[in-house]
């Protein structure tokens, strides 16, 4: 999965260092016994996926590769284009 570059970019990883404070602020809540603090921390873990979401969205995510199929149908066309191009060529 190298070739798909997932998760290799701004969105992704804005999405996941919000998400990752905000279980931070979550886990410290539950040690200081603040249900408040947890469902903020849990409401900030939202807002990650979101703005994660948003960013990617604008722009700013993974790019769609021309080099990976779209779907299982494209792969055996593919895949018997491949077969018929080298009984042609041998």
């Known amino acids: 999965m190298a070739a798909a570059a997932h998760g290799h970019n701004p969105a992704a990883w804005t999405g996941v ?6 279980f931070g602020i979550a ?10 603090l947890v469902c903020a921390g849990l409401a900030v873990v939202v807002a ?14 993974k790019q769609p590769s021309t080099n990976v199929y779209k ?3 494209e792969q055996v066309a593919a895949r018997e284009a491949r077969a018929v191009a080298a009984a042609a060529t041998a």
């Open 27 to 36: 886990g410290v809540a539950m040690i200081l016994p603040s249900v408040l």
């Open 71 to 73: 779907s299982a149908e």
């Open 17 to 22: 260092v919000i998400s990752f404070v905000g």
């Open 48 to 61: 990650g996926g979101v703005v994660g979401k948003a960013m990617s969205m604008a722009g700013m995510g």
